[in-house]
């Protein structure tokens, strides 16, 4: 409560006038909340001089679920925790239990998992876009977004069935090889993309209002960003170059180039650019991947009933929204003794106080909308 | 007793035109403006690349009437803190001031209902301004916290931007020489051109105005649906709330008309002295011939029976309004009506571009911020439009001293506006230039 | 006839309203029912052709200075100012000074026509065209007339404008 003292001589002020700060709440029912965040906010006038995160409106109690279910039968659970990146989801629970089971998925199950991952990644940011475009006023690329969108879940759909909570990967490997056209279908969304993405750094990118309501708002400085926690594109704007494809390569992500993009200043601005260009780089992975798909099994010799040694492993991949962590103890029996799970959205909400103080009402919701959050994710 | 029936009788004798023109308004002007809305969605999904509303009606022409149907029987909830009295007070106040300000317009020579008012565009404009009560108590009376502060973002917008367009306004009427809509229309006929064309930073200044104090994207902070749900709108449902919608479209009406009528030639075609351009003349018919023919060249691909015969009636009615509009041309005893008529169509083509405008800017912006949006009004519109009065006064001055008329007058125009976009982009220069240290510590919201 | 009835309907609106506005405790009451007066006054002044009047009376006091108004209410806090009402002792200044006012305005109406050339001139009705254009009037007499006072004017609205603004910029 440093800002206190600072503000004191001014609230004076504000009594001598009568004019009171206001408590204003944002949320849970508010439509750039991005679902049930509730947001208490101490203004003075439309200055954000106080706030608190207010969740669990969501909560649904993933985790303590997981120690009442064998390993297969919780991994569907996990995709309704970020929904709209489930397949990330499903990716980071399998290959923390092969951790586990200490077996490795075939070749070919790593690159369809990438090819799927990757894809993933691309819808999450174009849905970020979308609702954050739409939070600061600009109705039209929601739209354009969606349409994108729309393709990457038709190949979901004819990959696995699902659209949205896929559970596209089992523990092992995939439960289903790739559909004959799928490198077809990539290669088309990808070919088409490129253009597409042009068309809403067109309407966005150079716009003198949407720097101005980009620039400098919300600024997370690197140190803050480490302190906080945050991770993904959040961190990355802050000029920290940190991706767990490259620190710790999971999956097929060791065979293909790609660059990290990073931001300097940290601000909402920054994290637009590194989202889209994050966009730009999912697409070459993609591209990459198609070329060239082993042969061979999709699925690792895993037994019908998963019984894996007692022990304790944490396994972490790059979600589209940061750092997605896993941590599973075993006890040996069919169902995990503990499941934790790290959720990139919970913690870079932390950084919301930071970055609000000193803005404006309008500007919380940029940031809210920056920092892509999911509910499902933050309460779990 | 007596006496007030005889008043009353009197007044009826003496005013029973434009009270029935009053009445047509008002009962005509909620559908009207069904239909805009129905139009800015329809714009709005073909920019989207979707299809809007297609289900009442063929290609959703019955929307406006199923909105307008449930709106009605909605229940309307009134809040339990709220000031009831104001709470009711204030959305009949915005529409009673939008609609009270089309008496003062002109939409062509023929059709007006206060006619030759000596003070013309200032009615409509002062008039126009008062809706903003309904927004401020409406605002005060929900005793919710968006709503108040959407009321204190518009009040705060309109005192700032009326200042701009008032300026903008007085460059118009600078070449008028006067305030009556009639005679500012004859002044632009007397020209020659339009004074759009002889004061374009005016125009401009007025535009982006007229989209501040209508509250419209990207200007529409009041409302912003991200931030404040709805703005001052918050706790209207049902009839309330669509009273503040047709209030917020008649009001759109009502700037995109005094803009037409100071700027774009009123009720004039383009090139009005111009008399080897009179083919011009037949663009308004040929254009409703082809709404027509589109039309029934989608009536085929209609699912059902109605919907079809609905598509025929809609070209039918092309095809009348056609024939209306290209009779004085060819039938000499209608001739008399021709200014009427087609000036009528001029006025409403020229006010539907400029609303399409509007909506075109809604669907490409992002939102402004509030201290963007004061500082825009208050560093840039308003002084450029008050330098721009100044140049156009002296651009004014030398033509006459010259003895300039009509398109000669932009050979002094023209480096006036010049002088004031030179004078614009070196605003915005030093605006950006200073920026980046405003933005840690932006000023006070409301300075 | 239908002058006069029109008259009485404006008169008695801001008569009415005005007397309200000084009586309702809701500040925000208050300020709507000066709205109504400040309207019904500006009918009055186009019933009398005085159009420029009118309009500029809705433009600025109306639609400038009440908005401000309302807009200062509502940022004030309302229920502190209802407290100070009581600890009020303007009312018995007020009271005596508007009986005052109400007197002067009697005696002037009762001596109308008792002495020549004083009181309340009658005019007799002029057609309305022959009245000469309203704003053109204004403006003529505003800047051929009495051209220098109207400049004194507008430079001393100026420099209260540019004190107003310095004022509010030493604040921060």
């Known amino acids: 409560m440093a800002m206190d003292t600072t503000t004191d001589s001014r609230d004076k002020q504000q009594t001598l006038l009568g004019a009171d700060e206001l408590v204003l709440n944002m949320g849970p029912q508010h439509p750039s909340t991005h679902g049930v965040l509730r947001v208490k906010l101490k203004l003075d006038g439309e200055r954000v001089i106080g706030s608190e995160c207010m969740i669990g409106y969501l909560h649904r109690g993933v985790e303590k679920i997981a120690e009442h279910r064998t390993y297969q039968q919780f991994a569907p659970y996990v995709d309704r925790m970020d929904y709209v990146a489930a397949v990330s989801n499903g990716l980071g629970y399998c290959e923390a239990i092969e951790k586990l089971l200490m077996v490795e998925a075939p070749p070919r199950a790593k690159v369809i998992r990438t090819i799927l991952t990757e894809l993933q990644r691309i819808a999450s940011h174009l849905l970020w876009l979308g609702t954050h475009a739409l939070d600061i006023g600009a109705l039209t690329p929601l739209f354009y977004c969606f349409r994108e969108r729309e393709e990457i879940l038709k190949i979901f759909e004819k990959y696995c069935g699902a659209r949205l909570t896929t559970h596209a990967f089992r523990i092992g490997g995939l439960q289903y090889d790739a559909y004959d056209t799928l490198e077809k279908d990539v290669e088309r969304f990808c070919k088409a993309f490129e253009p597409r993405i042009k068309d809403y750094e067109d309407l966005l990118t150079q716009n003198r209002i949407w720097l101005g309501r980009t620039k400098g708002v919300g600024i997370l400085t690197a140190a803050d960003a480490i302190a906080l926690g945050a991770t993904g594109p959040v961190l990355r704007a802050s000029g920290v170059k940190w991706d767990i494809r490259k620190a710790m390569p999971y999956a097929a992500y060791d065979q293909y180039k790609f660059e990290i993009p990073v931001g300097s200043t940290g601000d909402t601005y920054d994290r637009y650019m590194v989202r889209m260009e994050e966009m730009r780089q999912s697409r070459l992975i993609c591209l990459q991947a198609i070329e060239n798909i082993p042969t061979g099994p999709i699925l690792a010799k895993v037994g019908k009933v998963l019984k894996p040694p007692p022990g304790e492993v944490y396994h972490a991949i790059e979600a589209p929204k940061g750092e997605l962590g896993y941590y599973v103890i075993s006890d040996g029996t069919v169902q995990p003794y503990r499941v934790r799970i790290r959720p990139p959205s919970f913690v870079n909400l932390q950084a919301f106080d930071k970055m609000a103080r000193g803005h404006l009402v309008a500007d919380v919701v940029a940031i809210i909308g920056t920092l892509d959050i999911v509910l499902g994710e933050v309460d779990r | ?447 | 006839m239908l002058d006069q009835v029109i008259f009485y309907f404006f008169a008695a609106i801001a008569v009415i309203s005005a007397i309200l506005t000084v009586t309702r405790r809701n500040v925000v009451h208050s300020a709507i029912f000066l709205i109504t007066a400040l309207l019904a006054t500006a009918g009055i002044f186009l019933q009398l052709r005085a159009e420029f009047l009118f309009i500029v009376q809705i433009i600025l006091y109306v639609g400038g200075i009440m908005v401000l108004f309302v807009f200062v209410i509502m940022l004030v806090n309302l229920d502190v100012a209802v407290r100070q009402l009581r600890f009020a002792r303007q009312k018995w200044v007020a009271l005596l000074i508007s009986l005052a006012l109400a007197a002067q305005v009697g005696l002037m109406l009762w001596s109308t026509g008792k002495m020549p050339g004083q009181g309340v001139p009658v005019l007799a009705a002029v057609p309305a065209d022959k009245l000469p254009l309203n704003s053109e009037a204004v403006a003529k007499s505003l800047f051929e007339t009495y051209l220098l006072p109207f400049e004194i004017a507008s430079v001393l609205l100026l420099v209260a404008m540019i004190g107003a603004v310095v004022m509010a910029k030493k604040r921060t």
Not at chain 2, 47 to 61: D, T
Not at chain 2, 213 to 225: K, S, Y
Not at chain 2, 242 to 251: C, G, K, M, Q, R
Not at chain 2, 432 to 441: C, G, L, T, V, Y
Request: hydrophobic share 55%; with cysteine.
């Open chain 2, 1 to 447: 007793m007596q006496a007030v029936t005889q008043a009353t009788l009197e007044f009826v004798k003496q005013y029973w035109a434009p009270l029935v023109c009053g009445l047509v308004i008002v009962g005509v002007l909620p559908l009207i403006v069904g239909y805009v809305v129905l139009v800015e969605r329809k714009i709005m999904a073909d920019m989207q690349a979707r299809l809007g509303p297609m289900r009442v009606g063929p290609h959703g022409l019955l929307q406006p009437i199923a909105d307008a149907v449930k709106l009605l029987i909605k229940e309307d909830i009134i809040p339990e803190d709220a000031d009831k009295l104001v709470f009711w007070l204030a959305p009949v106040l915005s529409v009673a001031a939008a609609l009270l300000a089309i008496a003062g317009l002109a939409i062509g020579p023929a059709f007006q209902i206060a006619k030759d008012v000596n003070i013309g565009i200032l009615f409509v404009v002062g008039v126009s301004a008062m809706g903003i009560f309904g927004i401020v108590l409406g605002g005060w009376a929900s005793n919710s916290h968006y709503s108040l502060i959407g009321a204190l973002r518009s009040s705060a917008q309109l005192v700032s931007y009326e200042t701009a367009a008032g300026m903008a306004l007085v460059c118009g009427l600078l070449f008028a020489g006067s305030l009556n809509i009639t005679s500012i229309v004859q002044a632009q006929y007397d020209q020659g051109v339009w004074f759009g064309l002889l004061a374009p930073v005016a125009f401009f200044t007025y535009l982006v105005a007229s989209i501040a104090e209508t509250n419209r994207a990207p200007f529409d902070l009041p409302e912003a649906e991200s931030e404040l749900v709805a703005g001052y709108m918050t706790e209207f449902s049902g009839f309330r709330w669509s009273l503040y919608f047709l209030a917020e479209y008649t009001n759109m009406i009502v700037v995109a008309s005094v803009a037409t009528t100071l700027f774009l030639g009123g009720w004039l075609r383009p090139f009005p002295r111009t008399t080897w351009l009179s083919f011009i003349d037949f663009f308004p018919p040929l254009l409703m011939v082809g709404i027509g023919v589109y039309c029934l060249m989608r009536t085929p691909k209609q699912p059902v029976r109605v919907q079809q015969t609905f598509m025929l009636a809609v070209a039918g009615l092309c095809f009348a309004v056609a024939l209306v509009l290209v009779a004085p041309m060819l039938v000499p005893a209608v001739k008399p009506l021709h200014d009427g008529i087609l000036g009528a169509f001029w006025f409403i083509f020229k006010v539907s571009l400029y609303i399409y405008f509007f909506m075109w800017l809604r669907f490409t912006l992002p939102r402004y911020r509030f201290d963007q949006l004061m500082r825009l009004g208050w560093h840039f519109l308003i002084p450029l439009s008050i330098i721009n009065v100044l140049l156009i006064g002296i651009a004014m001055i030398v033509g006459t001293y010259f003895h300039l008329q009509g398109w000669s007058l932009l050979l002094t125009t023209s480096p006036a506006s010049i002088i004031a976009l030179i004078i614009a982009l070196f605003i915005l220069a030093t605006e950006q230039k200073s920026e980046p240290q405003k933005s840690s510590a932006a000023p006070d919201s409301y300075a």
